[in-house]
């Protein structure tokens, strides 16, 4: 705490009233300290945007009655409304299903019922109760309709309530109708997808890529000339196609994650097919995410012919991805074989880097230890030794793993690897770690790690930079 407290008061330039000290006073049970650091903010919408995320933060540490109370003295009625929204499915969770229903009836705007009462069907259908899932998700379907907009994201949770609960006719219903809706409206950008696109995923990581395929069929009559239109007799609804580049791009993303083989190289095979016809806004977005899908599944070859389509100073950086989500699917052999392939040294150290965390992550810390020597320049291996300490510690050898953080030569690296090994080392072990990580950069990089083990050290920083 001395170390702390030397190290605050030569840090004086932090900004206290927002961003994720203040949180971290509310997550550690100093909720008022940081409520007091937030009414300091002239400017009332970001006053009032950082005590929703005060509520939010201590909402999710457990503290409800301290977050609502909070929630209830925002003085910008719209966002005391959605901390209100918020604390509906927290109460739910928490076993407060009367609190949460009486705080949904509260809500005063009403472009913020539909999403209210979602989020209590959802938290309720996540809890096992069916019937009164389906009662809060009709009364969220009827509210929503009130609302100019929004019902996109409202139908899109309320096909997750449908699904949770086994009624996947409902969830059919429900996704016509969010379809329907995309398709009268124009695209979000590449800011926001559309909520249809995480529905689509969900659909595709069951295998059902009907919808889908359809959706694609209108993405590539959009493309074409109008002598062509005739085919669009194909669409049931609309000339407009309710998806767009950034969209697809945001369904091969989730189905990477997750979905099986076989799914994910069909969904890349038809993205693929759209790349061939279409070079319009937002398709290297859509390239990047098809290129990452294909080398998450081993696919490199095919990964790699794609990356080379693309300008040769981007091309680089895009092989490094590919070697990183090789490594990630488990064909570290290979990921190293192609890192060591790549030309641009800047490029090829990035990829080494994920290929030493990857065999570090898989318990491999000796093959990822001598990865690290072919690394030639000094920061990059720093940079991977972080993860090789890491996970020596997490597989039984603390000493070994201090060794390795020793040799790292950046100050502010070796700090960040010292703060990795306080999270993994006992109470008195790791304040012993903290102040040296302390010693070597300050405070900012260890205090997360302080916070779940000490957590009265967020507050002893906060008050010894406001004396």
Not at 213 to 228: Q, S, Y
Not at 268 to 282: C, H, S, Y
Not at 383 to 393: I, K, W
Request: aromatic share 4%; hydrophobic share 45%; net charge negative.
């Amino acid at each position: 705490m001395t170390v702390l407290r030397l190290s605050a008061g030569r840090d004086p330039g932090t900004d206290l009233t927002s961003g994720w000290l203040p949180r971290a006073l509310a997550r550690t049970g100093h909720l008022v300290r940081a409520a007091e650091l937030a009414y300091t903010i002239s400017d009332e919408l970001k006053q009032g945007t950082e005590l929703l995320e005060l509520v939010k933060a201590a909402a999710g540490a457990g503290d409800l009655s301290g977050a609502q109370a909070l929630a209830e003295s925002i003085p910008l009625r719209q966002l005391r409304d959605q901390a209100l929204v918020a604390l509906v499915p927290a109460w739910a969770r928490a076993g407060e299903r009367d609190r949460a229903v009486a705080l949904a009836e509260r809500i005063r705007y009403p472009h913020n019922w539909g999403w209210a009462w979602a989020l209590l069907a959802k938290a309720v259908a996540d809890s096992g109760d069916r019937d009164e899932a389906f009662r809060f998700a009709d009364r969220a379907d009827e509210v929503s309709s009130y609302a100019v907009d929004g019902t996109e994201q409202v139908l899109a949770l309320l096909v997750a309530v449908a699904v949770a609960t086994g009624d996947h006719d409902r969830a059919t219903a429900l996704t016509d109708r969010l379809e329907d809706i995309s398709r009268s409206r124009s695209s979000a950008g590449w800011s926001r997808p559309r909520p249809l696109a995480m529905v689509l995923a969900r659909e595709a990581r069951e295998g059902d890529l009907d919808r889908l395929d359809a959706l694609l069929r209108d993405m590539v009559l959009d493309g074409e000339p109008e002598r062509d239109l005739d085919e669009s007799a194909v669409r049931p609804n609309s000339s407009r196609s309710p998806l767009d580049a950034w969209d697809l791009a945001c369904v091969l993303d989730a189905v990477a994650e997750t979905a099986g083989q076989d799914v994910a190289l069909a969904v890349a095979d038809r993205a693929e097919r759209l790349l061939e016809t279409d070079d319009g806004r937002d398709h290297d977005i859509l390239l990047r995410s098809v290129t990452l899908l294909l080398a998450r599944h081993g696919q490199s070859e095919r990964a790699m012919a794609l990356a080379d389509r693309l300008d040769p100073d981007l091309s680089v950086g895009r092989k490094a991805e590919v070697v990183g989500q090789l490594a990630r699917f488990g064909d570290t052999s290979g990921a190293e074989a192609l890192a060591h392939a790549i030309t641009d040294c800047r490029a090829q150290d990035r990829a080494l880097i994920d290929v030493v965390r990857e065999l570090a992550r898989r318990g491999d810390p000796g093959r990822a230890e001598a990865l690290v020597s072919t690394i030639n320049d000094r920061w990059a291996q720093g940079e991977a030794l972080v993860a090789v300490a890491r996970e020596t510690a997490r597989h039984g050898d603390p000493d070994r793993a201090e060794t390795l953080t020793r040799s790292i030569a950046y100050r502010a690296t070796r700090a960040r690897a010292l703060a990795e090994l306080v999270e993994l080392s006992e109470p008195p072990h790791a304040r012993m770690l903290a102040a040296q990580a302390v010693v070597l950069d300050g405070w900012a990089p260890v205090l997360p790690a302080l916070e779940r083990i000490v957590p009265r050290s967020v507050a002893v920083v906060v008050d010894r930079m406001t004396s």
